[in-house]
């Protein structure tokens, strides 16, 4: 007799067997709902609950199976039947489930464990509620593949392959470290990250390195707003190229020969030419190329050359130079072709040299190749008219030889597959780090004090370090935590600190905001304040590697909830404090700072230059300077870099620093005044003037990455004066005011700065309100010169990324309430351009709060909640008001940065337009007034009377637009909730920017894009819509983008032409919006042949949006393709994907032609994966789907052939008679046994192509798992013809 332990045991292997069995052939059906790993989901119950009868919590696992995990029967309590969920499962508000502590394996359905389908329901005796599917987000996988695939002088390419995105968008981007050190360091440049990757995708990342010949350790941090993934598991190495250089000659026939100095000023335009013209030619291939001219010498002017590149690009250089001379391509100065010296030697001259059309070599290298195929395609064709024409001279012996080879083939094809391991269940993730922790500040020591802490630690999970302002308590732990993190690799270390108010110390609401941070890292979302501590505590507790919370400068107003101290083995806890009576009953280590062993360490050590200046001065000198600080490191830190720099005496320096410090404002602290003091008297005495003012800049920008084109333009404006940024970065550097990162770009000043904290509280006392003022009136006119939307995404992504987080700091600067009303359009432009950004990131929550300050501030000039015609004229009016009154931001759109995307749309209009438009683009350089003139009189730009009646109407559409958009960027209910108010702002964008075109006859880009991507993409919604209201929409939607497609008019951006009439990239972005809505109405169709009608229209429109695509092709002047649009692939794979599933639908029969009624339907699927397949730059995801689709075809092929001989016998292919295989030698219609050579062939092609695309997947794609469970039932479909297919006897197979 079994016991009640062996029967529940028996009870849940039975349930999960037989669950098992069922889940191969079910699929999750529910109502999905998320939650973030480690965090809690709410299920509702619908039915009604009758307290006489039994309420059930069930996992379904199909329509007729499930097991129940939760029972409340009358009068008992709560039983949870399944072990995995004791202590997680809990009612709520009535009957409502509880999940808590959410796992993706054991409660999601996207579990790796098969006999989990992660849907749940309500149910009472025969009444049952809604099927919930929960989905569990949590971190991103790592990701894959990491290849470098070019390490050059100063910058590494990667390809890497994305993993999961853990249901979050997750971005990628490059980190490297020199070979030798700790410091992981982000990648930089415009290509460094991606966002958002998808699983499986391919991406092309590039950074910059600081330095050539260098090895550096290279990897890729995926990312989503849960948390990261870590470097130190996965990296690959990488050494930057080193400089190398040669020397050449060319001959300039038309040039006065003037002097043989290059630097002289008459030949100072010639330099500029022949540079430009070598660079225009070679360095698109090369980036790293550095041209000189050395020298002139007479003989019609020859021009000595210095080219400098990395090393292993030299030879390639050095034939692209040969070739661009040879060729005519040097087409800035006039070159004599038959003159070039290399290294003082001539080049040898090539055979593609002589033949300027290349046409010799290209024949003979095509006709090679041709050559061989034609000799195989003859042997095949005698082979096959031996079989198919002449089958009386040869045996029956010989076909059935040759039949069973091709088996033996066939067969040979699945002995692989169980080698594949990408259906095997994926191993449960680790846990991954999670730190918001800086870094010590540079010039960190290592002091007594810091080894003490380290000490300490070790005694006991809590410690408090007290000490006065400065002594090194933050420095200290950020030191032990660097340590921390080299022993626990997965480790989670936070940091609550930095208040708004430093002053205040670390408040509660501080506390709560990064709790609540750190609870959604940790997948608790959707916490009340009072469940932040506890869950995460719980969250922490239950992690196998140790954690570390510091929270920074408590005082005893912080109120640290209890939860955070209670004493947990794998949880430790730093508090620093300035206060001695925090009555926490915790250990504390009070910090006193540098002992002198460490001050004089600190100020003696390192270079010849400190020996230098401190060998004159006395110990006791140095000590008394080190207690004028109080012991502090920063204070210590910005006195040695004035000395070293002013050689003053540390005597002087001492009185100068007291007469400074006296008149610090502010209640602080005497060695805290010396700070500030040192602050002002480093920027006072050792700065130039206009460094001094670029500097206070700082103070109301975000502390790290200041942009420094962005202070010295906000002092152009201020002061009409032009900083020497290289003499400001070179000042603040050398007297420990600023760090410095970033070098000078081609096309922009990538040099950044960050600062202390205590150097921006110190420059916010000197300076007055009206300097406040003024500081923030330039840096707004600044940002709006930079920071603004570009719908191509081409620079500004780089640029807004760049200053974002300056333009959020000023923008909460409280001053910024009491801006003058020509501030207003100006701060919503901002406010708008800070939540498109946050949309592209995928971050909609965190749009919110700028879109709804846009909308205000327009709302504030003029209200919107009138009619449209209305609206319009009041903002029209408006807006000629705002300008005559110097409105700053309608001033702004005549010196707008343009971006090389934007002159490349002005060239295709004005063929003529002057070069320095491309070269301003190129460098971030503002129009100027004379640039913007000459757009105006070239119709390319609004002249000041049509920007007066304009900027207002387009700004106010825009923000409508860009709110409303907000809506794609949700999901689940959150978007139908938000669908009313978006249709309402999209409308009155739409109705106000075709007010502008019919009374002003001005078009701009916001009247196509709020259709485009606005009003039409709602169409497109199905959630909540009846089938016929879905029908109705799409047909309305297929109407739009038709009119949109025949719209011919140039549209204009923030005054500047942005999209001409005819474009291909627009043309195809609309087919491709049609063809996925006659896909939809495919399935919405009530009768056959409205269903062949949207099939046929489907079948044109693809072939429109193909062509499109193909027009962005980009080729050379040999025809050789030089650009593919990454998304040409995906345009095929469509098109064949579509002619499949409509061949799976039975609305395509097998003896009909494609829907567009140009041939046979699975002969055209095959020939859209062929071309993708020829795409060169396609991605391994777009090749895997296109060897599948492939698959897809030659199986189609093979079962339409034996449906075929079902009814007659015969192939469809060529009607051959069946060869028996059974010795018979009638040649009866066998049915399903009994193959054709050519439907053995179809089934060689459909494995060969699946196990190429299997074998993608198992190998680089294994996170794309619904792609992979579609991909193996084909391949199941394909394996199960073969095995149906006869044995071959024995005899014959030994005589094969």
């Known amino acids: 007799m079994m016991t009640m332990t062996t029967k529940s045991a028996y009870r849940l292997f039975l349930a999960i067997f037989v669950g098992c069995l069922f889940i191969q052939t079910s699929n999750a059906t529910g109502t999905e709902v998320f939650g973030d790993e480690g965090g809690y989901v709410d299920l509702q119950c619908d039915p009604e609950y009758d307290d006489s009868k039994s309420l059930f919590w069930q996992l379904v696992q199909g329509p007729t199976r499930s097991i129940q995990v939760l029972v409340k029967e009358p009068g008992k309590d709560v039983e949870i039947r399944e072990p995995r969920y004791l202590g997680r499962l809990s009612l709520r508000d009535g009957n409502n489930l509880r999940i808590s502590n959410l796992n993706r394996d054991d409660d999601s359905v996207d579990s790796s464990v098969p006999y989990f389908v992660g849907t749940y329901q309500c149910a009472q005796q025969d009444t049952t509620g809604t099927e919930w ?110 400089v190398a250089s040669f020397n050449s000659t060319i001959r300039l026939p038309s040039e006065p020969y003037k002097s043989p100095d290059p630097n002289h000023r008459e030949n100072g335009e010639l330099v500029t030419r022949i540079i430009d013209s070598v660079n225009n030619a070679i360095q698109p291939a090369h980036p790293d190329l550095e041209v000189e001219v050395i020298q002139f010498r007479e003989g019609s002017v020859l021009a000595d050359m210095k080219i400098s590149v990395g090393q292993r690009e030299i030879q390639d250089v050095k034939d692209d130079l040969v070739s661009a001379v040879r060729s005519g391509r040097l087409t800035g100065v006039d070159v004599d072709k038959n003159y070039l010296l290399i290294d003082n030697e001539i080049p040898p001259v090539r055979q593609e040299d002589r033949d300027p059309h290349g046409n010799s070599n290209i024949l003979a290298q095509v006709l090679s190749p041709i050559a061989a195929l034609v000799v195989v395609a003859v042997i095949a064709g005698v082979v096959a008219y031996c079989l198919c024409y002449h089958k009386d001279t040869y045996s029956k012996g010989v076909a ?39 870094q010590p500040d540079l010039g960190f020591h290592e002091s007594e004090d810091c080894k003490n802490i380290v000490a300490k630690a070790e005694e006991a999970n809590s410690l408090v370090v007290s000490g006065s302002t400065g002594s090194g308590k933050t420095q200290g732990v950020l030191a032990y935590a660097q340590k921390f993190a080299q022993k626990n690799t997965n480790a989670v270390m936070w940091f609550f600190g930095r208040s708004k108010n430093e002053e205040k110390g670390l408040t509660k609401e501080t506390v709560l905001e990064q709790g609540m941070e750190l609870a959604k890292k940790l997948g608790e979302g959707n916490l009340t304040a009072e469940e932040v501590p506890n869950k995460v505590m719980e969250s922490l507790q239950t992690r196998q590697s140790k954690s570390l919370l510091i929270f920074d ?53 390192g270079d010849k230059r ?47 620093l007291k007469e400074r410090s006296k008149g610090v404002l502010g209640e602080l602290k005497e060695h805290e005044k010396a700070v500030y003091g ?26 790290d990455r200041i942009p420094v084109f962005i202070v010295s333009k906000a002092l152009e404006i201020a002061s009409s004066e032009n900083a020497d940024r290289d003499e400001f970065i070179k000042e603040a550097e050398k007297l420990s005011l600023a760090r410095v990162e970033g070098k000078k770009e081609a096309w922009i000043d990538g040099r950044m700065i960050s600062v202390h904290q205590q150097t921006q509280a110190a420059i916010l006392s000197y300076v007055d309100e009206e300097q406040l003022e003024t500081m923030t009136k330039s840096l707004i006119q600044a940002f709006l010169e930079y920071f603004h939307k570009d719908t191509r995404k081409i620079q500004d992504g780089y640029i807004n990324g760049l200053l974002l987080p300056h333009v959020e700091a000023v923008l909460n600067l409280p001053i910024v309430k009491q801006l003058p009303e020509e501030f207003h359009a100006g701060l919503a432009r901002l406010y708008e351009t800070i939540g498109y950004m946050y949309c592209q990131r995928r971050l909609p929550e965190a749009a919110v709060p700028a879109l709804e300050k846009a909308k205000e501030m327009i709302s504030g000039l003029v209200p919107l909640d009138t009619d449209a015609a209305s609206i319009f004229q009041s903002l029209v009016e408006k807006g000629r008001e705002l300008y005559d009154n110097g409105d700053v931001y309608s001033k702004s759109l005549k010196k707008r940065v343009l971006t090389t995307g934007d002159v490349k749309v002005l060239q295709t209009k004005v063929k003529t337009l002057s070069e320095e438009f491309s070269i301003a683009a190129k460098m971030g350089q503002p129009l100027t007034e004379e640039q913007h003139q000459q757009l105006v009189q070239l119709k390319l730009a609004y002249n000041t009377e049509e920007i007066k009646q304009s900027f207002l109407v387009e700004l106010t559409a825009t923000i409508l637009y860009t709110s409303a958009r907000r809506i794609f960027y949700f999901q689940g209910t959150e978007r139908v909730q938000y669908r009313q108010t978006a249709e309402k702002d999209l409308n009155l964008s739409l109705a106000l920017s075709q007010k502008l075109a019919s009374d002003q006859g001005l078009q701009i880009l916001n009247k196509m894009l709020s259709q485009r991507s606005g009003t039409l993409y709602l169409l497109k919604e199905t959630e909540g819509k009846s089938p016929e209201q879905q029908k109705e929409d799409f047909l309305l939607a297929i109407e739009g983008y038709q009119e949109l497609i025949n719209d011919d008019n140039d549209y204009f951006e923030n005054g500047v032409l942005k999209k001409i009439g005819n474009d291909d990239w627009h043309w195809m972005h609309c087919y491709r919006a049609i063809v996925d809505s006659y896909c939809h109405l495919t399935d919405l169709a009530t009768t056959d042949e409205e269903r062949a009608d949207f099939i046929r229209l489907h079948g044109e429109s693809a072939k429109k949006m193909v062509e499109f695509g193909e027009k962005q092709v980009k080729r050379d002047d040999k025809g050789k393709v030089t650009e593919e649009p990454e998304m040409l692939p995906e345009v095929y794979n469509k098109s064949g994907d579509f002619l499949i599933e409509m061949r799976k639908k039975g609305f395509v029969k097998s003896d009909q032609g494609t829907p567009a009624g140009d041939g046979d339907a699975l002969a055209m699927a095959e020939q859209w994966y062929r071309k993708a397949l020829a795409v060169k730059s396609i991605k391994l995801y777009h090749e895997a789907v296109s060897r599948l689709g492939l698959a897809k075809v030659y199986t189609l092929l093979y079962e339409a052939e034996q449906s075929k001989a079902s009814t007659n016998g015969k192939s469809t292919t060529n009607g051959e008679t069946r060869i028996p295989m059974d010795g018979n030698e009638e040649k009866t219609p066998l049915v399903n046994n009994n193959p054709t050579i050519d439907e053995i062939h179809n089934l060689i092609n459909a494995k060969g192509e699946m196990n190429k695309s299997l074998k993608i997947y198992d190998e680089k794609l294994r996170n794309r798992t619904e792609d992979i469970q579609k991909a193996k039932k084909w391949n199941d479909r394909i394996v199960g013809h073969i095995d149906s297919l006869p044995d071959v006897p024995r005899e014959q197979e030994s005589s094969v």
């Open 133 to 242: 599917t929960l989905r569990v987000r949590r971190t991103p996988a790592p990701p894959t593949d990491l290849e470098v695939i070019a390490a050059k002088l100063y910058s590494v390419t990667v390809e890497v392959t994305g993993g999961h995105d853990g249901l979050v968008p997750q971005s990628l981007c490059v980190w490297y470290r020199e070979q030798g050190t700790e410091e992981w360091k982000k990648g930089k440049g415009e290509n460094s990250c991606k966002n958002p990757v998808s699983e499986g995708e391919e991406v092309t990342l590039q950074s910059t390195l600081p330095t050539a010949n260098t090895t550096y350790q290279v990897c890729v941090v995926a990312q989503n707003r849960l948390n990261s993934t870590r470097c130190d598991d996965a990296y690959n190495q990488a050494t930057t190229d080193s």
């Open 678 to 703: 040192a602050i002002l008297l480093s920027m006072e005495n050792r700065m130039a003037r206009s460094s001094q003012d670029m500097l206070k800049f700082t103070a109301i920008l975000s502390q």
């Open 610 to 656: 400190s020996e230098e200046i401190f060998k004159e001065t006395s110990d006791e000198d140095l000590l008394k300077l080190a207690d004028h600080f109080g012991n502090l490191p920063h204070g210590l830190s910005l006195a040695r870099s004035y000395l070293l720099k002013s050689r003053t005496s540390v005597e002087r320096y001492l009185r100068e």
């Open 553 to 605: 400068d408590g005082t005893v107003t912080t109120e640290i909830p209890a939860a955070y101290l209670s004493a947990f083995e794998k949880v430790i806890v730093f508090i620093t404090t300035r206060s001695a009576n925090l009555d926490l009953n915790l250990p504390e280590y009070k910090m006193e700072g540098f002992a002198k062993e460490d001050v004089l360490e600190f100020l003696k050590r």
């Open 400 to 438: 059935m030889e040759t039949l069973i080879g091709l088996v033996h083939t066939l067969k040979e094809l699945t002995k692989n597959d169980a080698d594949l391991s990408i259906l095997l269940p994926t191993p449960a993730a680790t846990e991954k780090p999670i730190s918001n922790v800086r």
